[in-house]
């Protein structure tokens, strides 16, 4: 008789959950599960926006995610209650390496760290895997009997290794997984050589059947731009209105499109208005997937302007619909745009040189329609979502099985 084994079964501990700056986290959820993988999800935060916001994947999945935050007072006194009497060392272990993050965060880590742990506990979950929530999953395996792995992203954890103490949670993970090579370069040099072992590149992906190929318009009339992206300054979205400008006083009939919010939203509404570009900009303001589909479909090319990046997502869902794209060569973006092959690459902070590789894709619609189709091309070979994930999955099951 054959034997039958019970699905791989894991928490995955997440920041903010769903969010609109993070979907690929949906994503990497919902194939996880249609591989066979039992992930159970906790969010430090509740989600960014309401329900009616929501797509209807998104909806479903607030239903079924245990948010911590949310936590009610009596449940949360009796997590550390349980938890101090019945893991007494740890539980002291655990407070005085929160501590170490000053006494705020540190107490506020601490907390959360407990919580999630009570709640795997009661679940029987073994194994925690996190994105953006580190330092409190680092905690979980000081204080409960669970093995853990930590998604980084940088680029900001890599700019202060020490300070985000990045060495510390490596050794303290059963494995560590980083979405670029960029990444894997960074962990390795932080953490140590007797660490490299641990390190697995998992690189992210979209699914190419959501994203399909737009309808090419060879002469568009505006030139309509989209940057998908937090409207911070890590974005260098500044960069982007002074290309704006640049390209505007050439008399060039231009349109471009922020999907996103943030901080830098007012300075940059102030930054267009003292250009007198108000005319040829909008903020759409955080929007849901259907919503961002609408906004690709509707774009001639979508350009970021970013001082730093991880392994930007929106490159791959524009780029997956053909969309030509114009990227600052920081960190991992030169590992899925190959300048003047399926994409350009610009110096970061160069607004002129920003304006001058817009200003091609616009008087050239044979190189907007190649580096498109070349585009789509790369994301089928290296960043297709399914055989992506199937990776990750295979991580899971050798690191977790051994």
């Known amino acids: 008789m054959e034997s039958t084994r019970s699905p791989l079964k894991m928490a995955y501990l997440l920041s903010q959950y769903p969010a609109v700056n993070h979907v690929f986290m949906l994503r990497e959820v919902s194939f996880l599960r249609q591989l066979g993988l039992d992930i159970q999800v ?91 929530a580190a330092s409190v999953g680092f905690l979980v395996g000081r204080i409960f009997p669970v093995t853990l792995s930590i998604a980084f992203h940088g680029p900001a954890e890599f700019e202060d290794p020490a300070g985000s103490r990045l060495a510390e949670k490596v050794q303290a993970s059963l494995f560590c997984c980083a979405i670029s090579r960029y990444g894997v370069s960074q962990l390795m040099y932080a953490c140590g050589y007797p660490e490299w072992p641990k390190v697995e590149l998992t690189t992210l992906g979209v699914d190419p059947n959501r994203f399909q190929p737009r309808p090419f318009r060879p002469s568009p009339s505006p030139f309509r731009i989209v940057c998908a992206a937090r409207l911070a300054p890590v974005k260098g979205q500044h960069v982007l209105i002074a290309a704006m400008a640049v390209l505007v006083k050439e008399g060039r009939h231009i349109r471009l499109r922020f999907a996103g919010d943030g901080p830098d939203r007012i300075a940059l509404r102030q930054d267009i208005e003292k250009r007198g570009l108000s005319d040829g900009v909008s903020f759409e303001g955080n929007v849901n997937q259907d919503k961002l589909l609408e906004l690709y479909r509707e774009s001639d090319a979508l350009v970021l302007s970013s001082f730093a990046e991880g392994l930007p997502v929106v490159l791959m869902e524009a780029m997956a619909m053909e969309i030509p794209c114009v990227a600052p060569w920081v960190n991992g973006i030169p590992e899925i745009v190959t300048h003047e092959t399926d994409g350009l690459l610009v110096p970061p902070g160069d607004a002129e040189a920003l304006a001058r590789a817009i200003g091609r894709l616009m008087d050239d619609a044979e190189l907007r329609r190649t580096l498109g189709q070349r585009a789509r091309l790369k994301i089928l070979e290296k960043f297709d979502l399914r055989r992506n994930t199937e990776h990750l999955a295979d991580v899971f099951r050798r690191r977790l099985n051994a």
Do not use: C, N
């Open 42 to 132: 906790a969010s430090i935060r509740s989600p960014d926006r309401d329900p009616a916001s929501m797509t209807t994947a998104e909806q479903a999945e607030t239903r079924s995610t245990y948010y911590v935050k949310s936590t009610g007072l009596f449940q949360l006194v009796l997590a550390h209650a349980h938890t101090l009497v019945s893991r007494p060392g740890h539980y002291i272990r655990g407070l005085a390496g929160a501590l170490r993050h000053g006494p705020l965060y540190g107490l506020f880590y601490f907390t959360e760290a407990v919580a999630v742990g009570y709640w795997m506990k009661r679940r029987e979950l073994t194994h925690v895997h996190t994105h953006y």
